[in-house]
C-alpha cells in the first residue's frame, strides 16, 4: 500500500513555541470533499482539469502525478460501488490501478492467477474507500438492496425485476473488465522491453483473464485468434479447463503449440480423429499428428502415439515406430516395443517383426523364431480358403506332370496369379531358406497339418534338420523336382539357391527376404550370421550325391533317365565301383553305358597323363644330375672308383677285394682333415684342411705309398 502524499506548504508563521503553516487546497482534498457529497462528475471534471494541466508541462512533477492518479482511483472506485461500470473502468484505467485489483472482484475469472500473498500497490487512501464486497456480483446486490429494498417483493434477490437487472450489471462489469484490460495491453506492449517481474505477472493476469473472457463469448472468435496470434503470457492451466468447458479446441490446441506442450496437442488432435471432439476449422487430425511427430523425433512420443495410429492407419504406424530404431537400441527395448505393438494391432506387429528382422537384422533368436510362427499362421490362415488350397495343391500335380527343368518355387511363382497368399508362400519360403536362427523342429511339426501342400516349406526343414534324405526323397518322388534336388547337392543342402531367390525378390518386390540368401556385399554390408557357409565342404558334397543318386534309384524305372542324367552330369564325383553297386541288376546297359564310357576313358586319360608325368619328371631329373655334377664335383663331392686287383693283398683285404671284383666302387671322403704334425709349429693334435687339389694328386699315386694307405 502506497503512504499518502500530504500537500507542501509554501507560507510558514513562526509562533513563540509553534509553527504553523497556509495551505492551500489540494486537488486530493477537493476531490474527496465533492466525493463525500456525491459530486461524482465535479470530482472528475477537477480531474480532467489538472490531467490538462500536467500534460501542457513539459516536466511533471511526480507528486502532482501520484495526486492525479489518486483522485481518478477514488472516482473510480466510487462509480464501482454505484455500479456505474463503464465510468469506473474509465477512471480507475487513468489512475493507472494495478489490473490485478480490478481482477479480484471476479473470482470466477481471477482463479489462481495470483493469492492473498500477492502484492499489489494501492494508495492508502484509496484503499480506505475501495468496495468492502468480495465479488462484482455482491456488489450488484448490495447496490439493489441499498437502492430497491424494500420495494421489490419479495426480496432483491428473488424479484424478477432484480434478477433481470442483476443480469444486466453482470454483463456491463465483464465487459467494462474487458475493455479496461485490452487498454492495458495495450499498454503494455507499448512500453515492451524486458518486463520486470511486476510487469510480467500484471501482462499474465491480463492476458488470461482477457482468453478467459473472449472464451465464455460466441462473438469473440476473432478477438481469440488475434489474442493468440500476437506475443502473450496466457496462463495455460488456467485458461484449459475454461477452453474445454467452452469448446474453443482450436484455441485450446494453438495455445499447446505455443507453450511446447506437445503431448497435449497431440491427445487433442487424437480427440478430433476419433470424432470425440468436433471442430471445423480443424482438418485432418491425424496428418497433423503424423507431421508434429516426424518434425520432433520424440521416442516417448513416437512409442505413446506410434501405437496409437496401430488401429487407425497402420502404414503410418510402422513408419513412425520404425524411425525409433535408428541409432542404438537394447534388443530388450525392441522387445518390449513389439510386445506392446502387438497387443494393439496383431497385423502391425507382424509388419513390424519383419522391419527387426529383415531391414535391422535383428541376431534374436527369439525374433526369428516369432517371424517364423507368424509366416506358419499365415500359412495356415491362407490354406483355409478353399480356392487357395485347390489352386496350390493344381499348381503342384501339374508340375510334377510336366517333367520341367524349372525349379518348383519359380514355376510357382510365375504361373500363380499375384494374390496376398501367394506373397506369403514366397516369404516363408524365403525365410525359412534364409534364416538359420529359428528352430526348425518347431515349424516343422506345424506345418505337418499341412502335409501334402507344403511340400517345398517341409524339404527345407530337413534340410535345416541335416535330414538329407529326407530332403532329396521330397524333392524327387513327392515335388518331382529334379533341378533343386540336385542344386541341393551343389549347395551343400539348399532347397531354394540364392540365383533364384534373387530374382524372385526383384520380380516380385521381396529384396529383404531374397537378401538373407545372398552374400554381404558393400551395398549390403548385413550380419554374416544368418549367411549359409557358401565354400561346400567336397566331402559332403559328394555324400549327397550318393544320397540322391539312391533316390533316384529308388523310384525304379521312372526315374531311370532322370538317373541316367545324373550320372552323366556327376560322373566326376561318383566312383564306378560304388555306381555299379547300387545299379540294379535288371537296369538295361543303356542306361549306363555312356556314364561307363566317359568313367573308362576318364580313368585311361589319367593313367596315360600319369606315365607321360613320370617320364617329364624322370627326364628332368637326369637333365638336373647332368648339370650338377660338375659343380657338385668341385664343392667336394664324394668319389666312387673301382678298386683295382691287388695280387699281394692279403687276408685281411679279402673283403675288400671282393667288393672290388664284383665292380662296386669305394667311396672316398675328400673332406677327411688328416693330423699333420708340423715341425716348430703348433702342438700334436692340430689338424689342417687337406686341398682338393692334393687329394687328386695322391689318388693317382703308387698304391703302395704312405698317404694313399692313410686314404684307405
Not at 236 to 243: A, M
Not at 355 to 376: C, T
Not at 683 to 705: C, F, K, N, Q, T
Request: glycine share 6%.
Amino acid at each position: 500500500m502506497r503512504p499518502p502524499a500530504f500537500p507542501r506548504a509554501n507560507v510558514l508563521v513562526l509562533g513563540p513555541d509553534t509553527i504553523q503553516s497556509l495551505l492551500p487546497s489540494t486537488l486530493i482534498s477537493q476531490a474527496e470533499a465533492l466525493l463525500d457529497n456525491h459530486r461524482i462528475e465535479d470530482a472528475v471534471d477537477l480531474a480532467d482539469q489538472q490531467r490538462k494541466k500536467l500534460q501542457s508541462m513539459v516536466i511533471v512533477d511526480d507528486h502532482e502525478a501520484d495526486e492525479l492518479r489518486y483522485v481518478y482511483q477514488r472516482i473510480g472506485f466510487q462509480c464501482l460501488i454505484e455500479t456505474l461500470f463503464d465510468d469506473a473502468g474509465k477512471h480507475l484505467f487513468s489512475g493507472e490501478l494495478d489490473p490485478r485489483v480490478l481482477i479480484s472482484y471476479y473470482p470466477d475469472l481471477r482463479g489462481n492467477l495470483f493469492s492473498n500473498a500477492d502484492d499489489a500497490e494501492v494508495f492508502a487512501g484509496v484503499a480506505e474507500h475501495m468496495p468492502s464486497e468480495a465479488s462484482i456480483d455482491d456488489i450488484i446486490a448490495a447496490n439493489l438492496v441499498r437502492n430497491y429494498s424494500p420495494h421489490l417483493s419479495p426480496n432483491t434477490r428473488e424479484a424478477p425485476p432484480a434478477v433481470e437487472l442483476r443480469g444486466i450489471l453482470s454483463m456491463a462489469a465483464k465487459e467494462m473488465l474487458e475493455v479496461y484490460l485490452r487498454k492495458w495491453r495495450k499498454k503494455l506492449s507499448v512500453e515492451g522491453g524486458n518486463s520486470p517481474p511486476k510487469l510480467l505477472a500484471i501482462s499474465t493476469a491480463v492476458d488470461t483473464v482477457l482468453a478467459k473472457l473472449y472464451a465464455e463469448s460466441d462473438d469473440k472468435a476473432n478477438d481469440m485468434r488475434t489474442l493468440l496470434s500476437e506475443p502473450n503470457e496466457i496462463s495455460l492451466p488456467e485458461v484449459e479447463p475454461v477452453f474445454r468447458r467452452s469448446r474453443r479446441y482450436q484455441a485450446l490446441c494453438e495455445l499447446y503449440h505455443q507453450r511446447g506442450e506437445d503431448n497435449k496437442l497431440l491427445e487433442a488432435w487424437s480427440r478430433f480423429a476419433d470424432g470425440e471432439w468436433t471442430d471445423q476449422s480443424i482438418q485432418d487430425p491425424a496428418s497433423k499428428m503424423f507431421a508434429l511427430l516426424t518434425e520432433k523425433r520424440d521416442r516417448a512420443l513416437v512409442h505413446q502415439w506410434g501405437i496409437w495410429f496401430a488401429t487407425r492407419d497402420p502404414e503410418r504406424s510402422l513408419k513412425l515406430l520404425t524411425s525409433l530404431l535408428s541409432g542404438k537400441r537394447k534388443v530388450e527395448e525392441d522387445g518390449i516395443l513389439l510386445q506392446h505393438i502387438q497387443e494393439t494391432n496383431a497385423e502391425v506387429g507382424a509388419r513390424f517383426l519383419e522391419h527387426l528382422v529383415l531391414h535391422r537384422r535383428s541376431m534374436d533368436p527369439k525374433l526369428h523364431q516369432q517371424l517364423a510362427v507368424s509366416y506358419v499362421e499365415q500359412l495356415m490362415a491362407c490354406l483355409q480358403d478353399d480356392q487357395t488350397s485347390k489352386l496350390w495343391r493344381a499348381k503342384a500335380a501339374s508340375y510334377a506332370s510336366s517333367n520341367s527343368d524349372t525349379p518348383f518355387i519359380s514355376y510357382f511363382a510365375s504361373t500363380t496369379p499375384d494374390s496376398d497368399p501367394k506373397r506369403v508362400r514366397l516369404k516363408a519360403a524365403l525365410f525359412l531358406q534364409g534364416s538359420s536362427l529359428y528352430d526348425p523342429a518347431t515349424i516343422r511339426e506345424k506345418l505337418m497339418s499341412q502335409e501334402k501342400l507344403l511340400k517345398l516349406e517341409l524339404a527345407v526343414l530337413a534340410g535345416k534338420l541335416e535330414e538329407h534324405r529326407a530332403a532329396l526323397t521330397i524333392l524327387v518322388h513327392d515335388m518331382r523336382d529334379a533341378t533343386s534336388a540336385e542344386a541341393y547337392c551343389t549347395l551343400g543342402g539348399e532347397v531354394v539357391p540364392a540365383k533364384i531367390a534373387q530374382t524372385l525378390g526383384e520380380r516380385y518386390g521381396l529384396q529383404p527376404w531374397a537378401a538373407l540368401l545372398l552374400p554381404p556385399t558393400k551395398s549390403r554390408p548385413g550380419a554374416s550370421a544368418m549367411q549359409r557357409q557358401r565354400t561346400v565342404d567336397a566331402g559332403l558334397k559328394k555324400s549327397l550325391i550318393r544320397i540322391l543318386l539312391e533316390v533316384y534309384m529308388s523310384g525304379g524305372e521312372v526315374t531311370a533317365d532322370r538317373t541316367a542324367r545324373f550320372l552323366n552330369a556327376q560322373a566326376m564325383n561318383l566312383d564306378v565301383v560304388d555306381v555299379l553297386e547300387l545299379i540294379p541288376a535288371h537296369w538295361p546297359l543303356r542306361i549306363l553305358s555312356n556314364f561307363l564310357e566317359r568313367s573308362f576313358r576318364r580313368t585311361l586319360h589319367v593313367k596315360h597323363e600319369g606315365q607321360i608325368l613320370k617320364a617329364i619328371s624322370a627326364g628332368q631329373n637326369l637333365t638336373i644330375a647332368e648339370r650338377t655334377w660338375l659343380f657338385m664335383r668341385e664343392q667336394g663331392a664324394d668319389i666312387e672308383e673301382a678298386l683295382e686287383d691287388d695280387e699281394d693283398g692279403g687276408a685281411d683285404q679279402g673283403a675288400e677285394e671282393a667288393e672290388a671284383e664284383k665292380g662296386v666302387p669305394m667311396s672316398f671322403d675328400e673332406k677327411v682333415l688328416l693330423p699333420v704334425a708340423r715341425e716348430g709349429q703348433g702342438r700334436e693334435g692340430d689338424v689342417v684342411p687337406i686341398d682338393i687339389g692334393v687329394v687328386e694328386g695322391l689318388s693317382h699315386s703308387a698304391p703302395d705309398s704312405d698317404l694313399d694307405s692313410s686314404l684307405r
